[in-house]
């Protein structure tokens, strides 16, 4: 199956950027969907971009204008660049994939998933 890998995450003062990273492995990749999810102490996993197998990608509102997410196939990664960042931007994120090429921004729809890495933004 597909293993996922994150890694970017750590402290930035509220306004810095941060650029994280989802390294993929296992099987192929090209052919799927990718996606961030959020998850902050006490709050359900919360959906924060996606990119199809196409590029066409889609935002939450809150990080609309400020995040971007993009994709390397040859490399097996996907990226989130995050400017602008907030406090309530700080959660654990986490990177995703399911088996098709179309743009969803429901969990359930996903079929793997990454351990996670902390991004803390501070005031």
């Known amino acids: 199956q597909v293993q996922l890998v994150e890694s970017g995450g750590g402290l930035v003062q509220a306004g810095g950027s941060l650029r994280l990273s989802c390294a993929a492995s296992g099987r192929t990749f090209s052919r799927y969907a990718m996606g961030w999810f959020r998850q902050a102490p006490g709050k359900e996993r919360e959906f924060v971009s996606a990119?199809?197998?196409?590029?066409?990608?889609t935002y939450a509102d809150s990080v609309k204008g400020r995040f971007t997410i993009s994709r390397d196939n040859d490399k097996n990664t996907v990226y989130l660049q995050m400017t602008s960042l907030k406090p309530e931007d700080t959660a654990v994120y986490y990177c995703?994939?399911?088996?098709?090429?179309?743009?969803?921004?429901?969990?359930?729809?996903?079929?793997?998933w990454g351990q996670g890495t902390q991004v803390t933004v501070s005031s």
């Open positions: 995703t994939a399911r088996l098709g090429v179309g743009l969803t921004i429901t969990r359930g729809s996903y079929d793997y």
């Open positions: 990119i199809a197998w196409s590029g066409a990608s």
